[in-house]
């Protein structure tokens, strides 16, 4: 018997790309492939690739190329999935330039993955293979979705948090983004199946789970059909709640203008859901959050980030801020440093304007230069920087709860996890002894950026 197949899997983008790519590795496993860690020696090359910017674009052509050279000599299938296989540009690129790929698969067509990529291997005309959905065209609703079958396996391996997608898609076609085109739709997953495969992975040992959608907080609101249950998001978190064994619950991303009262009542209540609130705000300027059809004004969102405050004491606050939208001025972006300034975000992830073909901030007048948004996106990060810190520091001598996830990397005596709020805390505990997978009470000692560091304290739940 020859030796078996080997697949080599590389990850771009969001949660739901790293989802998605549990699925894929899952599906070639079971087909008898044999996952490897080796580029050069593998025979099939998947890059699970992102369309938001046009550096995530190009990062993945950067490595494309890079990956074919030095797997040159092993031949290996290439396979372009993700959200940029949507994009019709993507495919062009491939048939005139890159023979090498052979298999492009849309995010929906994702378990037709392994079946391509052995039609692929073997054919002899050296076709290219692709399983993309139509292309959606206008602002709205159309019947193209991009949901995958239930039922798909996923990585068989012990862990302590996973992913569960609960929503395909996105309506709201905020105008300078492209993901509604690349991903189609917005689906819900029934609440039962969200719920079985909670408890699957509760069983499997995992303490804590991620609900992930591009608008989590619209669950359920596309549900049509009469009869169908209208559980919302509020509904199907206190459903999870009652889940035993498991720990924590996460979201990911939640839209400030679906994100109601009602369910941060819900996140109050609900004691595994984290006090954590990750509500792109995008830009504080209201001229401008009408021009990116984001649905709420500054006070809207100011008056959501206060509500939060009263009633979940002690939640943390993150954002997302893109800054030079064409037409953005001084003024404008001197708001969203104001919005900034007001909540005192404990982490904000901030992106430069990219215009994306096909969306309607790309053709808008007012397109600003390159240099001026970079300049703008440093003082943005400046202030964040500070406030962070700031508010990273105020936890020096507190304790908290983190739930472990890994060993550094470095140090073997230290161990990586979370905080409830999303903080990444490195604990020291008693040389030797493993923390994987338990959740500890950790004394914070000393406070960075992008960490907290502590001595463990006592072990909650092993
Ligand atoms: N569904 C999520 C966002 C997914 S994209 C939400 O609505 O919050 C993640 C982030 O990328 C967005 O929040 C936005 O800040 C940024 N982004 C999206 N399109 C962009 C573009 N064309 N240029 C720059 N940043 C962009
Ligand atoms: Fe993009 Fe807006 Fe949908 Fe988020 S909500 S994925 S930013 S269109
Ligand atoms: Fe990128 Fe697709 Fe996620 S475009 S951000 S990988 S939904």
Request: hydrophobic share 35%; aromatic share 8%; net charge neutral.
């Amino acid at each position: 018997m020859g030796p078996r197949t080997s697949f080599y899997i590389e990850t771009f983008g969001c949660q739901m790309n790293e989802r998605d790519s549990e699925t894929i590795s899952a599906l070639l496993a079971e087909e008898g492939l044999e996952p490897t860690p080796h580029p050069e020696t593998a025979d099939i090359i998947i890059l699970n690739t992102c369309a938001v910017r046009e550096s995530a674009e190009a990062k993945v052509w950067s490595r494309l190329g890079k990956l074919h050279a030095l797997s040159r000599e092993n031949e290996p299938v290439f396979v372009l999935a993700g959200c940029m296989a949507q994009l019709p540009e993507t495919l062009e690129r491939i048939k005139k330039k890159v023979p090498y790929v052979k298999v492009v698969s849309g995010p929906g067509n994702i378990h037709r993955i392994p079946e391509l990529a052995k039609k692929a291997r073997s054919d002899e005309k050296r076709r290219l293979f692709a399983a993309v959905s139509p292309p959606r065209s206008g602002v709205a609703r159309d019947e193209s979705t991009q949901i995958l079958p239930e039922g798909l396996p996923r990585k068989n391996i012990p862990g302590v948090s996973a992913f569960v997608t609960i929503m395909y898609g996105c309506d709201n076609f905020c105008s300078y983004c492209i993901v509604p085109y690349v991903r189609g739709p917005q689906v819900s997953r029934l609440p039962e199946d969200v719920i079985r495969e909670s408890r699957d992975l509760v069983e499997r040992g995992y303490k804590e789970i991620t609900l992930l959608g591009q608008n989590v907080n619209a669950f359920g609101l596309d549900f049509g059909a009469p009869g169908q249950e209208r559980l919302g998001f509020a509904g199907l978190l206190r459903e999870l709640n009652r889940i035993q064994g498991l720990y924590r619950i996460r979201y990911f991303t939640s839209h400030p203008r679906d994100f109601t009262k009602e369910m941060v009542d819900a996140v109050a209540a609900c004691e595994k859901v984290c006090e954590h609130f990750h509500l792109p705000v995008q830009s504080g300027s209201d001229r401008i959050l009408r021009a990116m059809n984001r649905g709420y004004s500054k006070g809207q969102y100011l008056d959501l980030a206060s509500y939060i405050r009263e009633t979940v004491p002690g939640a943390s606050i993150t954002t997302d801020i893109i800054v030079g939208f064409p037409g953005e001025t001084e003024e404008d972006f001197q708001e969203t440093l104001d919005v900034v300034r007001r909540v005192r975000f404990d982490g904000a992830f901030t992106f430069i304007f990219s215009p994306r073909k096909g969306t309607a901030a790309a053709k808008m007048k007012g397109q600003i230069l390159r240099s001026e948004k970079s300049e703008r996106l440093q003082r943005l990060v400046d202030v964040q920087s500070e406030i962070t810190l700031e508010r990273n520091k105020a936890m020096v001598g507190e304790r908290v709860e983190v739930l472990v996830e890994e060993r550094d990397q470095k140090d073997p005596d230290v161990w990586r996890g979370r905080t409830r709020t999303n903080k990444m805390v490195l604990c020291e505990g008693d040389p030797g002894s493993s923390l994987l997978g338990c959740l500890v009470e950790v004394e914070v000692r000393e406070a960075g950026l992008w960490y907290l560091k502590g001595q463990v304290k006592r072990v909650l739940v092993n």
